[in-house]
């Protein structure tokens, strides 16, 4: 039985830096003889997640929960990669074994070209609602200003007159920044599932080596991934 001490002085093949992840976060124990991935928590602080098709769920602590290479994790709130990012080399093979396979691609365009799209929807989005929030008062003081004709309506006094429009004034107010605010938070959330999304996907279809940040032309010109060596090409 292997195992790999997941953190920031564990014995995964990369450092972690984030001040989230404790010193000895998590650990992967791999039975050789089954092929089996077993990952438990080791009582971390923020905890560790994996990501079960829909969301990511943390799992208890000291307790081991089968993963395969293919499972995401994330330890705290922010830290995640996918479990063949710390599986040991496996034994060596043959030059015919060697020879890597070719993989199709294509579908990391639509990955990056919906993940582009969204972001400028959403952003647009978010900075319309903001610029909506800034001028919440100037619109409140101008639908207020019709306390006037309402007070003499109703043969209202001067400062009477005045306590309603200030009233009018912070219950529009009140109004308009809820409404606002809500739908901030809604926004928000939808650029986070965005960006989670893209994180997910946009990687090698083999290793799962995340390419966020990357352009999908430039991956495809350099015909392999980085970390597995695998060729890509695109299509038929």
């Given amino acids: 039985m292997r195992q790999v001490v ?39 602080t923020n905890g560790t997640y994996i990501h079960n098709g829909t969301q990511f769920v943390r799992i208890p602590p000291q307790q081991p929960v089968q993963v395969r290479p293919d499972t995401m994790i994330r330890l705290g709130p922010e830290t995640r990669f996918h ?22 691609i294509s579908g990391l365009r639509e990955v990056s070209e919906t993940y582009q799209t969204r972001k ?21 003081v101008m639908a207020s200003g019709g306390s006037g004709v309402i007070g003499n309506a109703l043969g209202l006094s001067q400062s009477e007159s005045i306590i309603l429009m200030i009233c009018l004034m912070v219950v529009l107010i009140s109004t308009l920044l809820y409404f606002i605010n809500r739908s901030i938070k809604k926004v928000t959330a939808e650029r986070n599932e965005n ?11 083999k290793c799962h080596y995340s390419f966020r940040g990357k352009y999908y032309e430039n991956i495809l010109a350099s015909g392999r991934c980085p970390n597995c060596k695998s060729e890509y090409h695109e299509g038929n």
């Fill in 195 to 205: 960006e989670h999304n893209y994180a997910v996907k946009f990687c090698c279809p």
């Fill in 6 to 44: 997941i953190g920031k002085q564990g014995t995964q093949p990369f450092p972690i830096n984030d001040p989230n992840v404790s010193r000895l976060h998590a650990v992967l124990y791999i039975d050789d003889s089954t092929g089996k991935l077993s990952l438990v928590d080791s009582a971390s």
């Fill in 83 to 104: 479990i063949s990012r710390i599986l040991p080399p496996a034994k060596a093979k043959t030059k015919a074994e060697e020879k890597p396979k070719k993989y199709d």
């Fill in 120 to 140: 400028l929807e959403l952003e647009n989005k978010l900075n319309n609602l903001n610029g909506m929030r800034s001028f919440t008062v100037v619109i409140s």
